[in-house]
C-alpha cells in the first residue's frame, strides 16, 4: 500500500523513552486506535506518529486538539499499534513486556473487555477494571475478592503469596459480585450454590482468561480469579533454575521414544510451565505433539491442544482415548485425576508413546506409590516408567536490598544440615525496595528427578514402599528437593525461611 502522505518522515520502531503518557491525556484509546495516530516526544520535540493507513484529517484533528507545535512522522501501521498500547498502558502506571520486533499485533477478539478504555460506565466497572488492571501489572496470578462484616477484602497472589490491597467499601458487594458474575455468564440470582465461570479481557493486544469461582459463605459471596496470561512468555528448560545435573539427565529422558515422565508437586507449583518447556525442547515439526488439559494455560505453536469439559462428557479419559486415534508421537495429559486416565496413560506409553503427565504428590518416590495405590500393577509402572520431576517455587532474593547473616542453628536443623550453622549466607531486607516486594523479586523452581534406572525399577516391581524407594534413588546418585534447596540458599538465590516454608515437609 502507497503512502497516504508521502514525504514524511519515516520511523521503523518507537522506542519506549519516546512515549509520554501525559501528551494522550485528552487522546481517547479507541480513537488513537481507530486512526492508527500517537503523539510522542523525542528529543524534546512533539512528534504525531501515524501509520501509512493514517488520513491528512486525523493528522490536523489531533493537532488541533493538542494545541502543540508538532511534526507529522510515518511509522509501520502494527508499531503504531503496539505504541499506542504501551502508551496507554504506562498512563495507568507500568509498562507492558516490551513486544518482539516485527511480531504482528495480534486481532482483538469478540466478547472482550479491554482495561485500557476509558469509558463513562458505572464506577462500579471502572472498580473492576482497576482491580484487573492493577493485577495484571503486578503480575498477579490470583485475585481474592472475600466479604466479612465490617469490610470487603481484596488480595492478590503475587510470587505465591497473598497481599492485601486497598479495601473497596463495604456498600458496593453486591454490585461488584454482581459485576463479576456477569463478566463471567454466572447466574446473578444463584447465590446459595458454588457457581464457575470463564472472562476474557485484553490490557492493549495482550489477551488474559479470567477463570471465575464463586462461593457462598457467611456474609456473601466469596470470588476469587484465575488469571491465564494466552499470550504468556513461555520459559525453555535451562531458565527455570534447574541444576546442571538434573537438566542434563531430563533432557536424555526426553530423547526416549516411549514412557511416562510424571511431574509432581502442588497446585501452583509450576508444574505446566515446566512441561511445557520440555515440549518446547521437542522437534515439533516432525513429531505429532497432542495435548489434553483443564485448563489450556498457554498457547503452544505446532501443537495440538484439547480442553476438558467434564460437564458435556469430555473428560481426560475419554479424551485421552480419542488422541491415541490421533496417530501421536507425544501425548501431555494435564492431570491423572482416577484410574481410567493412569491405566490409558500406561497403555499408551506401552505401545510406543512418550507420555508427560502431572500428579499431585509431595515428593517423586511417593508418585510411584500412588499410582500403585490407583490401582496401576507395579510391574506395569516399572517397565512404563522413565522418570519423575518432584518441584516447589521459592521466591528470589532481592539482588539490590538482601543482607548478609549467618545460618541458625534451628535453621540448619530444618534444614537437616546441622553443619551448616554458622555458615554466611544472604537474607531478605524486610522492607524490600522500590524494586521487589518484601525483599524478594521473582521466583525460581527447587526439583528432584527420580530417574527410573534398572535398580529402581526392580525394586518397583517387588512393591517397595517410597522410603525404600528414596533410598534406592539415593544410592543411584539422585538428590531431593531440600538439597537443591540448599544449594540455592548457599548460592543468594534464596533464603532459609522459603525453602522449609516450600519444601519443609518433603521429608517423612
Known amino acids: 500500500m502507497s503512502d497516504a502522505l508521502p514525504g514524511l518522515p519515516r520511523l521503523e520502531r518507537i522506542e519506549e523513552e519516546w512515549l509520554d503518557p ?53 511509522a509501520p501501521a502494527a508499531e503504531v499499534q503496539r505504541a499506542i498500547d504501551r502508551c496507554y498502558f504506562q498512563r495507568a502506571g507500568a509498562p507492558p513486556p516490551p513486544a518482539t520486533p516485527g511480531e504482528e499485533a495480534p486481532a482483538p477478539r469478540r466478547e472482550t473487555n479491554d482495561l485500557l478504555v476509558s469509558s463513562a460506565d458505572a464506577p462500579v466497572i471502572q472498580y473492576v477494571n482497576m482491580i484487573l488492571l492493577e493485577a495484571v501489572k503486578r503480575d498477579a496470578s490470583d485475585i481474592h475478592v472475600e466479604p466479612f462484616v465490617d469490610r470487603l477484602l481484596v488480595r492478590y497472589r503475587i510470587d505465591g503469596l497473598l497481599y492485601e490491597q486497598p479495601s473497596p467499601p463495604r456498600h458496593l458487594e453486591q454490585a461488584l459480585t454482581a459485576r463479576l458474575k456477569v463478566m463471567a455468564r454466572l447466574d446473578l440470582a444463584e447465590k446459595r450454590l458454588p457457581q464457575d465461570g470463564v472472562a476474557r479481557v485484553r490490557v492493549g493486544a495482550r489477551e488474559i482468561d479470567v477463570r471465575v469461582s464463586s462461593v457462598p459463605v457467611a456474609e456473601g459471596e466469596r470470588i476469587v480469579l484465575r488469571l491465564l496470561h494466552r499470550e504468556s512468555v513461555r520459559y525453555a528448560l535451562d531458565e527455570l533454575g534447574m541444576a546442571p545435573g538434573t537438566l542434563a539427565q531430563l533432557r536424555d529422558i526426553l530423547r526416549a521414544p516411549n514412557g511416562i515422565v510424571l511431574v509432581t508437586g502442588p497446585t501452583g507449583s509450576g508444574k505446566t510451565t515446566t512441561l511445557y518447556a520440555a515440549l518446547g525442547e521437542l522437534d515439533t515439526a516432525h513429531l505429532n505433539v497432542l495435548t489434553i488439559e483443564d485448563p489450556i494455560e498457554y498457547q503452544l505453536p505446532n501443537i495440538a491442544q484439547i480442553q476438558v469439559h467434564p460437564k458435556i462428557g469430555l473428560t481426560f479419559a475419554r479424551g485421552l482415548r480419542h488422541i491415541l486415534r490421533q496417530d501421536p508421537d507425544v501425548v501431555l495429559v494435564g492431570e491423572i485425576r482416577d484410574l481410567e486416565t493412569a491405566e490409558i496413560v500406561v497403555r499408551a506409553s506401552l505401545t510406543g508413546h512418550l507420555v508427560f503427565a502431572t500428579l499431585h504428590t509431595n515428593d517423586a518416590a511417593s508418585a510411584v506409590t500412588r499410582m500403585v495405590d490407583m490401582g496401576i500393577a507395579p510391574y506395569l509402572l516399572a517397565a512404563s516408567g522413565r522418570a519423575v520431576l518432584a518441584q516447589r517455587l521459592v521466591r528470589c532474593l ?104 516450600s519444601a519443609g515437609t518433603t521429608r517423612k
Open 398 to 501: 532481592c539482588r539490590n536490598c538482601r543482607r548478609e547473616t549467618a545460618m541458625t542453628a534451628d535453621e540448619a536443623a530444618g534444614l537437616d544440615r546441622p553443619e551448616l550453622a554458622g555458615r554466611s549466607i544472604w537474607t531478605a531486607h524486610a522492607e524490600g525496595c522500590d524494586n521487589c516486594l518484601g525483599g524478594y523479586k521473582g521466583r525460581t523452581g527447587i526439583y528432584e528427578l527420580l530417574v527410573i534406572s534398572p535398580a529402581l525399577a526392580e525394586a518397583i516391581r517387588a512393591g517397595a514402599p517410597a522410603a525404600e524407594l528414596r533410598q534406592r534413588a539415593a544410592e543411584d546418585g539422585g538428590r531431593d528437593i531440600l538439597a537443591d534447596g540448599v544449594d540455592k540458599i548457599l548460592a543468594g538465590t534464596t533464603t532459609v525461611a522459603e525453602v522449609l516454608r
Open 22 to 74: 501525559a501528551l494522550i491525556e485528552p487522546v481517547a484509546v479507541d480513537w488513537a486506535r481507530r486512526r492508527g495516530l500517537l503523539p510522542i516526544r523525542r528529543d524534546g520535540r512533539v512528534l504525531l506518529a501515524g501509520s501509512p493507513e493514517t488520513s491528512l484529517e486525523a493528522f490536523e484533528d489531533l493537532a488541533l486538539l493538542l494545541g502543540l507545535e508538532a511534526e507529522w512522522v510515518q
